[in-house]
């Protein structure tokens, strides 16, 4: 099977801009969690997707948001950007279900300017 | 205190011999343990995941999870310079669905 394939790689944008980043789990897959990766806070979830709907979430200002497809497929969306933004963002899939292993993606390297 | 804490190290050790990796959790309801390496610019992959108290070995691999000391440990056998990386430990708390909990990782170094 294929693995969990991330768009863009990496992404260089502003301060006050928006940014949209795409993933696309293994197949099969249900489930889509999204991660920031920094050298200062290290791995912190975001949220999860699972058929559509985000059941859970992590302690991040709503400028951060999501959203799944019937495919599976997720979007995390970044809106009027902040220095501390610039970041690493992963993306996980796992089977449905609770408490099943994740499968990370490349991820997507953020930089704000 | 963290919910999942590991020592930063980094931990070196020489090819061939075992390194031991170490983490402790607080919330004590938690279920699911799993162990991740990340290799410098990479993403994380996960090597063990671990559900019950005791061992579970894959290959050169030992998890050990101790739900009421809560603790769980990675062993590496026969370490090879190829497995120096980041070694993260993660955590689904008590009713948590799929959130993953990281500690802050253990950077090994295997030496020849």
């Known amino acids: 099977k294929a693995g969990v394939t991330q768009t863009p790689r990496y992404l260089i944008k502003t301060r006050g801009q928006q940014v949209t980043l795409s993933c696309s789990p293994i197949?099969?897959?249900?489930?889509v969690s999204w991660y920031q990766q920094t050298p200062g806070q290290g791995l912190q979830f975001l949220f999860e997707?699972?058929?559509?709907?985000?059941?859970n979430k992590g302690n991040f200002p709503g400028r951060f948001s999501g959203r799944q497809f019937s495919n599976s497929r997720s979007e995390m969306n970044v809106s009027t950007l902040e220095l501390g933004d610039s970041a690493l963002y992963l993306c996980?899939?796992?089977?449905?279900?609770?408490?099943?292993?994740?499968?990370f993606g490349p991820g997507t390297r953020l930089t704000v300017l | 205190q963290k919910e999942v804490e590991q020592n930063s190290g980094p931990l070196s050790v020489p090819e061939g011999a075992i390194a031991s990796l170490n983490c402790t959790y607080s919330?004590?309801?938690?279920?699911?343990f799993f162990w991740y390496r990340q290799y410098s610019g990479k993403s994380p992959e996960l090597i063990m995941s671990?559900?019950?108290?005791g061992d579970k070995e894959d290959g050169r691999f030992t998890a050990q999870l101790n739900k009421a000391s809560q603790y769980v440990s990675l062993l590496i056998r026969d370490s090879q310079p190829s497995d120096s990386a980041t070694y993260l430990c993660?955590?689904?708390?008590?009713?948590?669905?799929?959130?993953?909990?990281f500690g802050a990782g253990t950077r090994l170094a295997v030496h020849p």
């Open positions: 919330d004590r309801g938690s279920q699911s």
């Open positions: 671990i559900y019950s108290n």
């Open positions: 197949s099969g897959h249900r489930s």
């Open positions: 993660a955590v689904i708390l008590s009713g948590g669905y799929n959130k993953l909990i």
């Open positions: 997707y699972f058929s559509e709907t985000q059941r």
């Open positions: 996980a899939s796992s089977d449905s279900g609770r408490n099943n292993e994740q499968f």
